[in-house]
């Protein structure tokens, strides 16, 4: 059930930017936004960054099975260092990604994804969330205290809690132009598109 709907929150905006012809997907994981890329964008050109091997390949598996042909490129890459080659990327995807920094790393983390984007370039965003107060606000800090313990310990994340990336994507010239709230504010999807 939790996978359903993360992939909800993933695909939530997937409608809006079927124009896109260049998609960069970084930190895609096992494939699945890529798997939904490869049948709502035909036409787009992917490169798909992660830092495990282990990921990338189910990924590419998934690419395959999707029918998802030779516009696909696939890199090992740690996006605290990592710099593009052009800013010609009209779609950028940073599904359950930006969580994963500490508050020090995440601004330097979106402005090397952001400078690979063209003007006007869109951002699709989905990730967890803290609510303001109530219950919501308690379950939210419970879950997501014990999903940093265990990530920190296997997968060596630097973040101990979530950092909101909000004023680092508007300082990269990105504006929000769409959001929806998933499991009572607990996961957000997100349109964010470049203004400058």
């Known amino acids: 059930m939790a996978g359903r709907l993360l992939q909800r929150c993933r695909t939530r905006w997937l409608g809006e930017v079927g124009q896109s012809r260049r998609a960069l997907l970084v930190g895609e994981g096992n494939g699945r936004m890529l798997e939904a890329c490869a049948v709502a964008l035909p036409h787009c050109h992917f490169t798909v960054l992660d830092t495990s091997e282990a990921m990338l390949a189910r990924a590419r598996l998934r ?102 990336p909000e004023e680092a994507l508007q300082a990269a010239g990105f504006v929000l132009n769409r959001r929806e709230r998933f499991s009572h504010g607990l996961l957000h999807s997100d349109l964010w598109t470049r203004v400058k």
């Open 63 to 164: 690419w395959k099975r999707a029918g998802g042909g030779n516009n696909a490129v696939f890199s090992r890459a740690d996006m605290r260092e990592w710099r593009a080659d052009g800013g010609d990327f009209d779609l950028l995807v940073t599904n359950f990604f930006l969580d994963c920094f500490c508050p020090n790393e995440l601004p330097r983390v979106i402005t090397n994804i952001s400078n690979a984007a063209a003007s006007q370039a869109r951002w699709l965003v989905a990730d967890f969330a803290v609510p303001p107060s109530g219950w919501q606000r308690i379950r939210a800090q419970t879950g997501l205290a014990l999903a940093y313990r265990f990530f920190r310990a296997t997968t060596g994340i630097s973040a101990r809690r979530i950092t909101n």
